[in-house]
């Protein structure tokens, strides 16, 4: 059974599990050469530091920021609330 190491394709879909890849390139563990990421119809290639240096598509690996963006704004929405009230 070929491995990851081996050179066998494997099918990702989360986000942990790319960015897991991207580490792994970054220890050298990963041949940069042999990784690359399809998203839609773009094929998205990492350098030897794990980072993907192409336009970042859309929709690619960004739940997580969006989740984080998310909180920090509401958190900002709701400070200014706190503020206006403690003013008045």
């Known amino acids: 059974m070929?491995?990851?190491l081996d050179g066998a394709h494997v099918k990702l879909g989360t986000e942990l599990l790319i960015d897991w890849v991207r580490v792994k390139v970054k220890e050298g563990v990963l041949d940069h050469k042999n990784v690359q990421?399809?998203?839609?119809?773009?094929i998205l290639k990492c350098d030897e530091e794990g980072q993907i240096n192409e336009h970042w598509p859309e929709g690619f690996c960004d739940q997580h920021m969006?989740?984080?963006m998310r909180?920090?704004?509401r958190s900002e929405k709701e400070k200014e609330?706190?503020?206006l009230n403690d003013n008045i």
């Open 2 to 4: 070929k491995t990851i």
């Open 37 to 42: 990421f399809k998203f839609k119809d773009k």
């Open 66 to 68: 969006n989740a984080l």
């Open 71 to 73: 909180i920090l704004k």
């Open 81 to 83: 609330k706190r503020k």
